[in-house]
């Protein structure tokens, strides 16, 4: 589906290094590495927003469509929900929809700037959905949030996940928590520049456990 092979010193991005990887249908990645390392500059790359990475370094995202949950919910302030949603295709109908499956049925006629900083980024998350997305670029989905809504929002997302199955995520946290309920994949990002250290499949629940110990001990020795 995506095939990734950027090496930022061979077209001047100085944040990224050389990071080779695939995604395939089905993959929930969740991306992890030291604050200020470069996973928002990384998903920027993959979306194609980072204009220093040449687009023969991310093949195939041409013929795919990408949700983007940035940090900020990025929705029109003067505009409503529901109008939010239709700006990016949806329907009358499926903006309804969309609204009802991310616990927002009836905030339709809001603007962003009326809800919580919760509410907000699910707004966001239904606008994700509108585009019918085979790829789903979640950065930092749950920061600020206070551990109830950061949980209902987790288990929002793996719903969604579950319900669609051949839809791809990359999640950027920096909770390793996170990929034992949203992935089947982790990365680890890390290095100046940065490139990607690991990436290991979370084919039993126990691995999860076992790479967060790798990720301590790699923090304890600096390395």
Known sequence: MLELRIAGRDFGQPVLGEVFATVSRGDRICLLGPSGIGKTTFLNAIAGLDKSVPESAVIGREQLRVGYLFQEHRLLPWRTLHANLRLVGASDDEAGTLLGQVGLAGYGHYLPDQLSLGMARRAALARCLAVKPDLLLL??????????MAGELKALIAGILNSQPDMAMICVTHDGG??????????YLDGKPARLQWDDVLAEPGLVDGLLGRLRDLDLTGS
């Open 139 to 148: 950065d930092e989905p749950f920061a600020s949030l206070d551990p109830i």
């Open 178 to 187: 996170d990929a034992g309920i949203l992935a089947n994949r982790l990365w």
